[in-house]
Every structure is written in structure tokens, then in C-alpha cells.
Nanobody, 127 residues
Framework: QVQLVESGGGLVQAGGSLRLSCATSGGTYRRAAMGWFRQAPGKEREFVAG???????????DYVDSVKGRFTISRDNAKNTVYLQMNSLKPEDTAVYYC?????????????????WGQGTQVTVSS
């Protein structure tokens, strides 16, 4: 089973930046997707951003509208790590952020399509 280890959360003022990391173990995956989800207090967990890659056809990304232009998802294949760069953070971005992994041909937004999950990391944005 794929193990995911997250890091990079913390407390930041509005307008600041944080970078989350999610490292995978268990091998190199030629066609897979990594999603970042978040759950704020009293709310359901929601998709934030995702990246899909294939050894044969490159990669693609997807973002929820509320983070477009502020968040960037990327990956370092050599390190088996996916990053979520978060800029211009707002108080409403405060949540526990989770990375999730799946193998296959698509980049879904539904959390039940992902097989492995990280432990979660707290992001708090103060106003």
C-alpha cells in the first residue's frame, strides 16, 4: 500500500504563503494522480487541487475555482513528492489539508476515488 507523508502546514497571516509537501513511498507510479483536499471545522472535506501524470503522455492539473491563481500544484518525480504552493492565503483557507493518491487514468475530484491518504496537516490563516 502507498504511504503518504505530509509536511508544511502552519500558521500564517493573510496574504502570506505556505508550501505543503506530500511524499509517497512504495515505488514509482507511471500513471497516477495526487489530490489535495481540505476540511474546515464544521464543513465537509473538499477537493482543492490535483495533478495527474503518465509516463507516456505528460501531466495535467485541476483546481477548484476558489484557489485558482493562488495555489499551484506540482511534483518532483525524482523525490516522489507532490507540492501545493499556496500564495495570497485568506482566512477562509484555514483547514486541515490532506493529500490523497490513486493509480489510474483520471484525476477525479471525489474523495472516494482515492485509495491512500496522508495524515493531514493544519493550515491556519490569521486575519
Amino acid at each position: 500500500q502507498v504511504q503518504l507523508v505530509e509536511s508544511g502546514g502552519g500558521l500564517v497571516q493573510a496574504g502570506g504563503s505556505l508550501r505543503l509537501s506530500c511524499a509517497t513511498s512504495g515505488g514509482t507510479y507511471r500513471r497516477a494522480a495526487m489530490g489535495w483536499f481540505r476540511q474546515a471545522p464544521g464543513k465537509e472535506r473538499e477537493f482543492v487541487a490535483g495533478i495527474w501524470w503518465s509516463a507516456w503522455s505528460g501531466e495535467s492539473t485541476d483546481y477548484v475555482d476558489s484557489v485558482k491563481g493562488r495555489f499551484t500544484i506540482s511534483r518532483d518525480n525524482a523525490k516522489n513528492t507532490v507540492y501545493l504552493q499556496m500564495n495570497s492565503l485568506k482566512p477562509e483557507d484555514t483547514a486541515v489539508y490532506y493529500c490523497a493518491f490513486r493509480q489510474g487514468p483520471s484525476l477525479p475530484r471525489a474523495e472516494n476515488q482515492y485509495d491512500s491518504w496522508g495524515q493531514g496537516t493544519q493550515v491556519t490563516v490569521s486575519s
